[in-house]
């Protein structure tokens, strides 16, 4: 019998290696019109004239419509889901952002107008006979640029190009230990700019039952019920309304978890066509339209006494958010700031946040959500120190860490986490990494003409937040006398293995067959309620609420065990799938018990955990560096990484090695860039943004390090976005390492070849 802590490869495996997958284009809709988006290809202006004369009268096209008509049919600005406080004081500024662009474009790929047709040739061609008369203006891409007083402004109505500030922390307190310090180490630090480049582009299908008043929307989403309430009110509609159906998704990080333009401004074309329409976004559209993420700069100050103790952190955050404001826009910056305390003890602790409008795509969450951008940020500067005072960065690490017998440890800004050993997984990972033997093998290396370095980070992240309440997932657990059981869950997967685990978690608990249970998920009208997949929380919150579930029906078939076992209803325990008398070796299992059921049993719940966990590790990373042509190889990698109890050591595994390619991605080549003048994307095709190859990963060597937690049923802490959370910091600490011994003090993210090069050439030059 299965049980939880096996590896366990994928069940649903089989049906996507197989062809049997169920991705957007494999879905048929029967007699569907297609759409076409038509796409400003100016960063900034006035719509001076929309002309629709000679396209409308083309072969097969249904409709063109335009952000006047939708906005005269009723349609509603898209708005975001929370909101900070303003930069005056006052309330957050919100830009009016309707789905398709009213009188003013403000980034390339801003969508303009929307053509329907009867196939995609003849939308596309309809597309391309529509005339748009821009009067451009000035732009500005870069958050710190957008914040001088002589910038281009983005909205006319916000004067200086900011949407908030968001304070937090001691700032009194940080200054008078900056003051007092024996070390203070300051750096700007650059966090670029990433799409999630997924393998399969977003795209959708909209219908409109006319006798029901329901719209009908089916796409890849981790978060189908979130879909349904960002898109609901643009129409004017409660949220039941909107029908959400999630099928198999070829990819999201994140991205796909929010309501984009696009699907609202499809969903009325369908009632106003009354036709099913198709969308699928070109490569290059995915470029420009899906979701940014990162893309900050932030001006840091760690003080330290003579000893190397931390004393305070102040960091002050320019995030680049967009011209718009989707859904989640204004999440990544701030939500996971937190995670600027790291797994140490930082007395003093503040951060600002300024929220920038620019003219370049709406920003959002992805893989991380701004955990990446909160390690880097304390873990960088931990680097700076250490070359900077003359000790070993993992001892300036140890001597700040904070205890195992000090948990649960309130960091004093934000965070207070729950359990963990920091020293213990550090000291793990420094032995597997062979960190002490490092100096010989850079040695060897430079016999080689090459340049070695090594990197580590201790990364922690909140999981299955928010801190002070988690938010809930919906799960129905239904059980046949067979033993057949069917769980309806409200998260979705993306490629993580939901239906493995979940099986695993029943299969541990009630002692039942995994091979014989159905997972459904995917559908707001099948499944009631939901939260959705992100923020590492799906196997804490849905696995939580399944295995609460469980024990709802264990509880109903109590008396039914106690009966058949001929004794008191009290005497019986229940462990490891059988009922037992307490006291004795008398036990009869769940699937005897329920199967003297004459219907099935069933219990749902919307629950939340107690509290959010924090995973937490230590990642160390060697690189090689070419001096000649700036080439950085990497040469091993090291996670040693605390998620609680594992349910399936394999899927964590796939998980980490998965996070740590697209932090590796980020740091080393990854860059979605605009030109400063223009507005253009510059790296709108995989010609120009560089993915990571198999042959730039190193094999990946992972060790667990378990403490379980407290705060769910399960004891998990959540594994999904850990390998980017700590990879991003440890390669850009391995590739200065390199650098170091030839006076380099910081490289800013992506250190490619050029970059690194450059870097080399300014050192001979001094």
């Known amino acids: 019998m299965l049980k939880i802590g096996q590896s366990q490869l994928r069940f649903e495996d089989d049906a996507l290696i197989t062809g049997r997958g169920r991705y957007m284009n494999d879905l048929a809709a029967k007699g569907e019109a297609m759409a076409v988006f038509v796409r400003s290809q100016a960063a900034s202006g006035r719509i001076v004239s929309i002309d629709t004369e000679a396209a409308i009268d083309m072969p097969e096209v249904l409709g063109i419509f335009t952000g006047a008509d939708l906005k005269a049919a009723g349609l509603q600005p898209i708005q975001p889901r929370g909101k900070h406080p303003g930069p005056d004081g006052g309330e957050m500024r919100v830009p009016v952002f ?41 732009v500005v891409i870069d958050p710190l640029e957008a914040v001088s007083p002589d910038a281009p402004l983005v909205w006319d109505e916000f004067p200086d190009n900011r949407c908030f500030t968001f304070e937090t922390g ?27 480049a997924p393998i399969e582009t977003r795209g959708a299908i909209a219908s409109y039952d006319d006798a029901a008043g329901l719209y009908r929307l089916e796409l890849g989403t981790q978060a189908p019920h979130r879909i349904s309430g960002d898109v609901a009110p643009i129409l004017g509609v409660s949220s039941d309304k909107v029908h959400v159906v999630a099928s198999d998704c070829g990819g999201s990080f994140g991205m796909k978890n929010a309501g984009y333009p696009e699907y609202p401004a499809l969903l009325w074309a369908a009632k106003r066509t009354g036709r099913t329409i198709r969308w699928a976004a070109d490569r290059l559209e995915s470029f420009q339209s899906d979701a940014h993420a990162r893309d900050m700069w932030a001006d840091a100050a760690l003080a330290l006494d003579a000893d190397g103790k931390f004393l305070g952190l ?13 859904p989640a826009t204004v999440h990544p910056p701030v939500a996971n700031i937190g995670g600027l305390a790291g797994v140490y003890r930082t007395p003093k602790i503040y951060a600002r946040i300024d929220g920038v409008f620019t003219n370049t795509q709406q920003t959002a969450p992805y893989r991380g959500a701004g955990r990446p951008e909160a390690t880097y940020i304390i873990e960088r500067m931990i680097d700076l120190a250490a070359y900077e005072m003359g000790i070993d960065r993992a001892e300036l690490r140890r001597r700040n860490l904070v205890p195992k017998e000090a948990m649960p440890y309130s960091s004093g800004f934000i965070f207070t986490y729950d359990s963990g050993d920091f020293p213990g997984v550090l000291d793990k990972a420094l032995e597997m990494a062979d960190w002490s033997g490092f100096e010989a093998r850079r040695v060897e290396a430079k016999a080689r003409g090459k340049l070695r370095g090594i990197g580590i980070a201790n990364p922690i992240e909140i999981a299955g937040g928010p801190a002070a309440k988690p938010n809930p997932e919906f799960a129905r657990v239904e059980i046949a006398p067979s033993g057949k059981v069917r769980i309806h869950i409200g998260s979705m997967d993306s490629g993580q293995g939901h239906g493995t685990a979940f099986r695993q978690v029943i299969a541990d608990r009630l002692g039942l067959d995994t091979q014989d249970m159905e997972i459904v998920t995917g559908d707001t009208h099948e499944v009631p309620q939901g939260t959705g997949t992100f923020g590492s929380r799906t196997l804490a919150a849905a696995g939580g609420a399944i295995w609460t579930a469980a024990d709802t029906i264990i509880e109903k078939l109590r008396d039914q065990a106690a009966e058949q076992l001929e004794a008191a209803k009290a005497d019986i325990l229940f462990e490891s799938g059988q009922y037992r008398i307490a006291g004795t070796d008398r036990t009869i299992s769940f699937a005897e018990v329920i199967a003297g059921e004459s219907a099935p049993l069933s219990a749902e719940n919307f629950v939340s955990n107690t509290g959010a966990t924090f995973p937490n590790g230590c990642h160390i990373c060697e690189v090689e560096i070419d001096p000649v042509t700036g080439q950085v190889q990497l040469t091993s990698y090291t996670v040693v990484d605390d998620v609680g109890r594992m349910v399936n050591p394999l899927l964590v595994k796939g998980q980490i090695t998965g996070g740590v390619a697209q932090g590796l991605g980020q740091a080393l080549m990854e860059n979605a860039v605009y030109d400063p003048n223009s507005g253009q994307l510059l790296s709108a095709t995989f010609m120009d943004y560089a993915m990571p190859h198999a042959s730039d990963m190193a094999g990946v060597e992972i060790a667990g390090f378990s403490v ?5 049923p399960l004891g998990v802490k959540g594994a999904g976005e850990a390998g ?10 391995a590739v200065a390492d390199a650098l170091h011994p030839l006076g380099v003090r910081h490289i800013d993210m992506p250190a490619t070849p050029e970059r690194v090069w450059r870097c080399l050439q300014m050192q001979h030059m001094d």
Do not use: F, W
């Not at 980017?724 to 600490?733: E, F, M, P, Q, Y």
């Open 314 to 326: 102040d960091v002050h955050v320019r995030a680049n958010l967009g011209a718009y404001l989707g």
């Open 708 to 712: 379980p937690t407290q705060q769910n």
């Open 98 to 138: 309707y789905p398709l662009a009213v009188g003013a474009v403000r980034y390339v790929g801003d969508p303009i107008a929307m053509v329907v047709a009867e196939t995609k040739e003849a939308a596309l061609a309809a597309a391309e006979a529509v005339t748009v008369e821009i009067e451009e203006r000035s």
């Open 170 to 196: 001691d700032k009194a307190g940080v200054s008078a230990a900056i003051a007092s310090a024996h070390t203070v180490v300051r750096q700007r630090l650059r966090i670029s700019r990433v799409t999630a």
């Open 724 to 733: 980017t959370v700590g990879a991003l910091s440890a390669v850009i600490s």
